[in-house]
């Protein structure tokens, strides 16, 4: 399927499966080399990653745990409008070697936001996986060590990232037709 229909908006391919899986590939490779003996945590933050962490995980061959974590709008007092709360962090994370699972990082803000949250309960390290990144849109400084993919500040849909809710189910990425 080369173009897509969701809603008001046309996509089309932009990145296809296989290009994915070897990027993925090789992230799981740098992890399992720089993490090995750790016992990583991986924190997988719903709903956008879910197909890149059972693509990532397979390919992780070093002892590690898996869980997973959302993040809920809720409207803040402050005039900064919508704040996320991260839930679902049942894991005892002192002294461990944590890794975020995100699908993409825009502006940062919302890894900002999960790297403050998870530091307040004191990891002894967090890295930071993502399957795409868009550099362009970065506000705040991260250090992103794993990124499978830099893509220009288009919206994407599709391996997992929805437009209003649809487009997680397809297998490769698209990018929306502006007209
Ligand atoms: P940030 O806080 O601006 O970095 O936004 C991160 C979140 O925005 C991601 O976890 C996605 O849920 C969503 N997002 C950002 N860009 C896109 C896109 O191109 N397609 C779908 N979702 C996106």
New binding site residues.
Partial sequence: MDSIQIKDKKFTVSIKEEDILKEVSRVANEINRDLAGKNPLFLS?L???FMFTADLMKRITIPCEISFVK?ASYQGVASTGAV?EVIGINEDLSDRTVVIV????????????LLETLGTRGPKEIHIATL?V?PE???VNLNIEYAAMS?PN????GYG???DGF?RNYKDIY??VNE
Avoid at 102 to 113: H, K, P, S, W, Y
């Fill in positions: 933050v709903n956008g990653s993040l996320k995100e699908d993409i990082v825009d502006t940062g803000l919302t890894m900002q936001r795409l868009k849109k970065l506000k893509i288009d919206f994407i849909v990232l929805d437009y487009g990018t929306v």
